[in-house]
């Protein structure tokens, strides 16, 4: 393992940044999110980013496809990203969230542009030494301090951070920093073990505490579609975007055009399964008429139908619905209502 | 005296027992200190659930949009929530028979994000209120501290802390002691054009366009938005920043004239635009332009751009 | 090119909202009179100043407007006796609300114009035509695509 001195990090990421385009968590205006860096940006490893970092492959917005017609035929051109990048300071839940989206985009049929982006893509996850108060990964068999997807794994130990390369893009990215590098002492290296040792016991003694997990609940859910649980909860729901957009996991998309004159762009665009016109035919027949049916979706899609169909939760315990949905209407009551069994029991 | 707490469960049970109502909102209590989130009861039993505590922050009324009841609904106003109650009721957009308004004279509210600046939510259970000071509860211990540090941004320039409408009041009326709202837009006038604009570029290009800002703004009241119209689509879903200033001139030209200035929109935005400051540029004006107005609280004076004068001032050619 | 050579030969695009039954027909007067005022002017007709809805102006910067004007008939004379009265407070928030954005306030004028007036309507044409190509092209609400 190696490991780096906090006062490098300035010329770290300059040098990074000379390799590639270097997403990092920038605080500005008091929001942290993922940017680019520049020289003079504030990074910031203290809270997650509000927007998670789903958006570096699978854009809010992206063109795919130009059109122009007029002359004699239609032209159409294909756009397709180029950029090398780095993302750095990833938490292990978001990461974690790749592996959810990879199932739908990586999957036959293959969206292309997402696969491109994560072939060019080096992610350096940052372990966290202590899970917010609203952190539940552990619920869903993940690690603070730990993500196995990650390229690079760093941790902040105070003085330093420890950098260890865990693919060949790691490895690939580590020469290229190696100057930047000291060996990390086998002291060190424990003490990075023992961290993930401690942030993992005491993430999941907060779990226990908070009286329920995810054991046994896709069981428990299914054959809840008609369950009261859901007139109960969804009253309160103001149907805005903010648990879709801001979650990890979530990845419905719709295609739109957009056109001047004679030419113009197709795009995919980020929807949500919570907006009324989610659903809306243009016969005016919405098949979930109301809030009701939209939070059901939400929540079932999540904890029922994709691990179902894929083996996986399709949620991390980032946490992001909890803190932002304006009225606390968020996936830890839907698992403890709908019955996860309480651990310890 | 009772706590406010407790009347507010008494009136509750009340209305639902008696079958005056059919439906009471309120705020009840999630895992979290600051989660208190709206509430639909509709049996007398489930009152109990009920809460008052220094996070009910959210406007109960606007949910009279979606809830149609055959008797009446109760629900809890706060100052804020009375004065967007009332725009609602000007919009013609609820009925004032059909609902029991129970006013609570409210203070202020507590902002988490101040409660997590301050470094005190590490460990915190439970936040309490008592008289101008904030009890924090810890697994060992407590702490104290003056309520007003830890207010909403929204609270702190209230000007109508009692409610303006009600059937019922639950307390006694609360001082009022605003601090001038308007600071912020008169202070972005003097700067220069070319700093405002990347100022507010700045702020636009991290919108999300959630519409969270519009789901929960009393004024945002039509049955039918622009916004969601897929023809004609006047507001595309690209990532382009001119699609997010037609959205942002958009919504707050809307609601000028109506928008009560009771802070929802802004203090929900997840990521942290400044709303209130695009909102208060309009009152501003128009109070300036068109004499004061308050909306949702000036019913009888007529609504600014629903009315005119014919020495209104002229609009300037732009030089 | 340049980047001041094309500023040199940049013509800015205005759109004017007309109202039928004063700017419109001034502009038609101007025309018939044989006056000239720019062709950056490009006239879109509608029924009375208070038929233009923010959502038109807005659009047309999103489209690659410089400059947006909004005519109608003098206070008082409206059609439909009070369209213009309303428009002419909707329309000075909202230009103090695009300034108030970063917008130079010249990109959105109005002006009342009689049927009659079709010096003035030439006159007015040229001058915010000037003043805009004096500002230079708009790309501040502009859509980048
Ligand atoms: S949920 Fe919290 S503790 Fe777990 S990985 Fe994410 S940020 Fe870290
Ligand atoms: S659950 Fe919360 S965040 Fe999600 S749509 Fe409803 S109100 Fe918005
Ligand atoms: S559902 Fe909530 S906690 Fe789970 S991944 Fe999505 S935002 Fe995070
Ligand atoms: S709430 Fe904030 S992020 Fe959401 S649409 Fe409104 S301004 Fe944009
Ligand atoms: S615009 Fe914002 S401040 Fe104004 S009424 Fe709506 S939510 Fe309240
Ligand atoms: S008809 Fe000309 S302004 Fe109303």
Redesign the pocket.
């Known amino acids: 393992m190696k490991k780096i001195a906090k006062e490098k990090l300035a010329l770290l990421w300059e040098l990074l940044a000379h390799k590639a385009t270097l997403y990092f968590p920038l605080q500005e205006d008091g929001a942290v999110n993922f940017a680019p860096w520049k020289n003079g940006a504030q990074v910031d490893f203290g809270v997650n980013s509000i927007v998670p970092p789903k958006n570096v492959f699978f854009p809010q917005a992206e063109t795919y496809l130009r059109f122009k017609t007029g002359a004699k035929r239609l032209q159409l051109e294909s756009v397709e990203p180029e950029e090398k990048f780095i993302l750095f300071g990833v938490r292990p839940c978001d990461l974690a969230s790749f592996n959810i989206l990879d199932k739908i985009f990586l999957e036959e049929p293959t969206d292309g542009l997402y696969a491109k982006r994560r072939r060019l893509g080096t992610l350096v996850s940052m372990g966290c030494n202590e899970p917010g108060e609203t952190c539940f990964c552990t619920s869903f068999a993940l690690e603070p301090a730990f993500a196995p997807g990650a390229d690079v794994m760093v941790w902040d130990m105070g003085e330093f951070l420890l950098w260890e390369p865990r693919s060949t893009k790691g490895e690939a990215l580590t020469a290229v920093i190696n100057e930047l590098l000291d060996e990390a002492a086998p002291e060190e290296t424990a003490a990075a073990v023992r961290l993930r040792d401690t942030t993992a016991a005491g993430e999941a003694a907060a779990a226990r505490q908070r009286g329920w997990n995810t054991e046994g609940l896709q069981e428990a859910l299914r054959g809840k579609f008609n369950d009261e649980l859901w007139e109960k909860l969804y009253h309160r729901c103001l149907g805005?975007?903010?648990c879709t957009y801001l979650c990890p996991t979530c990845h419905c998309f719709d295609i739109q055009d957009f056109s001047r004159d004679l030419e113009g762009e197709r795009f995919s665009c980020w929807d949500s399964c919570m907006f009324a016109e989610f659903t809306l035919m243009t016969s005016g027949e919405n098949p979930r008429p109301t809030q009701k049916e939209r939070v059901r979706q939400r929540f079932l899609h999540k904890l029922l139908y994709f691990p179902s169909k894929f083996g996986l939760y399709a949620c991390v315990g980032c946490g992001r619905c909890v803190r932002k949905c304006p009225v606390h209407l968020d996936i830890t009551q839907v698992i403890k209502e709908a019955g996860g069994v309480v651990s310890g029991s | 005296m009772k706590q406010l707490s407790e009347i507010l469960k008494e009136v509750a049970f009340g209305s639902l027992s008696s079958g005056e109502a059919e439906m009471v909102i309120g705020w009840q209590k999630g895992p979290f200190w600051w989660q208190s989130f709206p509430a639909f009861i509709t049996d007398p039993g489930g009152t109990g659930s009920l809460i008052w505590d220094p996070f009910s922050v959210s406007n109960l009324s606007k949910y009279l949009l979606k809830e149609v009841p055959e008797k009446k609904i109760a629900l809890f106003l706060k100052g804020c929530d009375a004065l967007g109650f009332n725009q609602m009721l000007r919009d013609g957009r609820v009925d004032r028979e059909k609902v029991l308004l129970f006013g609570i004279p409210c203070d202020g509210l507590v902002d988490p994000a101040r409660v997590e600046a301050a470094g005190l939510s590490k460990g915190l259970l439970q936040v309490k209120k008592e008289q101008e000071e904030l009890i924090f509860y810890y697994k060992k211990g407590q702490r104290k501290a003056p309520a007003r540090d830890f207010y909403y941004a929204k609270c702190l320039s209230c000007r109508y802390p009692n409610p303006v409408i009600y059937d019922q009041m639950l307390g006694e009326a609360v001082p009022c002691q605003p601090v001038e709202r308007f600071a912020d837009v008169s202070k972005l006038e003097t700067t220069p054009l070319e700093e405002r604009f990347s100022y507010w570029s700045r702020h636009?290009s991290?919108?999300?366009?959630?519409?969270?800002?519009?789901n929960v703004c009393p004024a945002c009241s039509c049955r039918e938005c622009i916004f969601d119209l897929a023809e004609p689509r006047w507001l595309g879903k690209a990532n382009e920043l001119s699609e997010?200033q037609f959205?942002?001139i958009t919504?707050a030209y809307h609601v000028a004239g109506r928008c009560v200035d009771c802070g929802e929109?802004a203090r929900?935005?997840?990521?942290?635009?400044p709303?209130a400051e695009l909102n208060r540029k309009f009152i501003k004006d128009i109070n300036e332009l068109y004499g004061e107005y308050d909306a949702g609280a000036d019913l009888d004076k007529e609504a600014p751009l629903l009315t005119f004068k014919t020495d209104d001032p002229d609009v300037s050619s732009g030089s | 090119m340049p980047v001041n050579l094309k500023l040199q030969s940049f013509e800015p695009l205005i759109i004017a909202f007309c109202c039928n039954w004063c700017s419109y027909a001034g502009g038609d007067l101007a025309g018939t009179s044989r006056m000239t005022y720019p062709a950056n002017v490009r006239v879109i007709r509608v029924p009375c100043s208070s038929r233009v809805s923010s959502n038109f102006i807005l659009r047309a910067f999103q489209r690659g407007a410089d400059g947006v004007v909004v005519a109608g008939c003098h206070p008082g004379d409206c059609h439909y006796t009070s369209g213009n009265y309303f428009a002419r407070r909707r329309f000075l928030l909202l230009q103090r609300f695009l300034e108030f954005l970063g917008m130079e306030p010249e990109r959105f004028q109005v002006h009342w114009i009689s049927a009659s007036e079709g010096n003035r309507f030439a006159a007015v044409m040229t001058e915010t035509t000037d003043k805009i190509r004096a500002l230079g092209p708009n790309r501040k609400l502009r859509d980048t695509r």
């Open positions: 805005c975007g903010i | 636009f991290r919108c999300i366009r959630c519409f969270a800002c519009r997010t959205y942002h919504r929109c929900i935005c997840p990521v942290g635009i709303l």
